[in-house]
């Protein structure tokens, strides 16, 4: 199998190995397998389904040849992420107008992101190559991915924090993971930087977004989604934006089922990001060729919080190729989704409710349709960030009033106390 890794800047080719740029015009590198050498079809993909065999079990894996056709088994790090469920809502639909929308669930991976789909195919590549240590910056869910597929594999891990920045739940999961942890006296995007300038020097392999091998896993939300749909796409996909790595993924996945003729339509892909943090969406309203970066981001959704995604170039490609859209929503209207999604029981992080936040408002502009059919990625779990939770049932979040607040009743403990608090 021909594998290469092409610049999408100016197409030169390069045999896949530890770095993340074109060394001719530093553009970001796609993975290329030989499309017409593949032999693949739904029937072979459903063959797998609850299938026991490793790596198959994997909702990444089952797609293996599509993710990473060069790995060996003995070289795959995988616990069996993806198979990620489907959840419907009377709540969502009468939130956001939609009838039919379906939300994806991605909190439910092992690290409760759905890093974990980039992450195994990253991590594989890192033991296939000899890698001894692998790095990232993070707002959290990157890094306790990162940390755990690579004590998985028994590999150093180092992560780069923003200092102050991260939920705490994300925090925790790479000290009890096992990373090394370093907090950087910066944001997100100076972290990033940082970690580019280090790798090559203390010879660290990148596993942030820029990284092919993670776009090449994040397809898999899509090749699974459509199959979940008996290969019948939605009309729309919504997705949170942050790093861009995700909406990356999902049009290249797109792209990929075209040329296979594995759909017969492009869904379309709506990308959503904050209005703290949204240069993506400005770029695209603005109609630019570049994107510019926004200085301060500022949002309580840490996930998304980031000023200069490194992926805008895939991103606007995948957005270009599905005739796509870029949204913003604000704070408030991201807390207001999460606390409807969580009181559906389902559950999610801030920043994976700006999916459905997003949702909404395309359809109040009239860009989305109450009749069609929508998928919402549901990014994180709601045990990421808890702060943000109670804060907002607490009313204690600055400049946000919550819409559907679920504040704790102290009462006296005795019978007469609970009945007024129960019956009202
Ligand atoms: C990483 C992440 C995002 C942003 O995805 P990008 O690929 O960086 O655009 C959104 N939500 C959650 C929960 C994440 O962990
Ligand atoms: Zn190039």
């Known amino acids: 199998m021909k594998v290469v890794l092409k610049c999408i800047d100016c197409g030169e080719e390069f045999q896949p ?12 590198l796609d993975v290329i397998p030989d499309i017409a050498e593949l032999n693949v079809s739904r029937e072979l993909f459903d063959s ?52 039919d929308i379906v939300l994806k669930h991605e909190g439910e991976n092992p690290s409760g992101s759905f890093k974990d789909r980039g992450m195994s195919p990253g991590i594989s ?20 991915s990162m940390a755990a597929y690579a004590s998985l594999a028994g590999i150093r891990s180092v992560v780069f924090i923003p200092e102050g920045m991260i939920a705490f739940g994300k925090l925790s999961q790479a000290l009890a993971y096992g990373a090394h ?5 910066g944001n997100f995007d100076r972290a990033m930087a940082l970690v580019q300038e280090s790798s090559m020097e203390f010879g660290m392999y990148i596993l942030n977004s820029i990284n092919p091998w993670r776009i090449e896993g994040q397809k898999s939300i899509i090749f699974e989604l459509i199959q979940q749909l008996e290969w019948n796409p939605p009309d729309w996909i919504v997705v949170p934006a942050g790093n861009l790595g995700n909406s990356s993924a999902f049009g290249k996945a797109l792209m ?3 040329e296979l003729e594995l759909i017969d339509k492009v869904p379309r892909i709506a990308s959503v990001q904050a209005t703290g943090a949204n240069p993506f969406y400005k770029m695209w309203k603005g109609k630019k060729d570049e994107l510019d970066a926004v200085d301060k981001p500022e949002t309580i959704a840490t996930a998304i919080k980031i000023g200069n995604p490194i992926s805008w170039k895939k991103a606007m490609r995948a957005i270009k ?9 604000s704070d408030q209207e991201i807390m207001d989704a999460k606390a409807i999604i969580d009181s559906s029981g389902i559950g999610c992080e801030p920043a994976s409710a700006a999916s459905v936040a997003g949702a909404k408002k395309l359809l109040d502009t009239g860009v989305i349709d109450s009749k069609e059919k929508v998928v919402c990625i549901i990014t994180g779990n709601v045990l990421k960030d808890p702060d943000a939770t109670i804060n907002y049932h ?9 819409k559907f607040q679920n504040k704790p009743t102290v009462i006296d403990a005795d019978l007469e106390s609970v009945r007024k608090a129960v019956l009202g």
């Open 181 to 185: 942890v370093l907090q950087i006296k």
């Open 48 to 99: 797998r389904l609850g299938s026991r065999e490793f790596p198959y079990s994997s909702g990444v894996w089952r797609f293996r040849e599509m993710i990473h056709p060069l790995v060996e088994k003995r070289d795959i790090v995988s616990r069996a992420e993806g198979n990620t469920r489907l959840y419907r809502h009377e709540k969502v639909s009468a939130y956001t107008g939609i009838r």
């Open 394 to 402: 607490l009313g204690k979040l600055k400049g946000i009033h919550p």
């Open 256 to 258: 990929e089922l075209k």
């Open 125 to 144: 590549e890192a033991k296939r190559l000899g890698m001894e240590i692998v790095a990232c910056a993070s707002t959290g869910n990157t890094s306790a």
């Open 17 to 28: 190995g530890a770095f993340y740029r074109c060394e001719k015009c530093s553009g970001l």
């Open 321 to 329: 190729f599905s005739s796509g859209v870029v949204e913003e929503v």
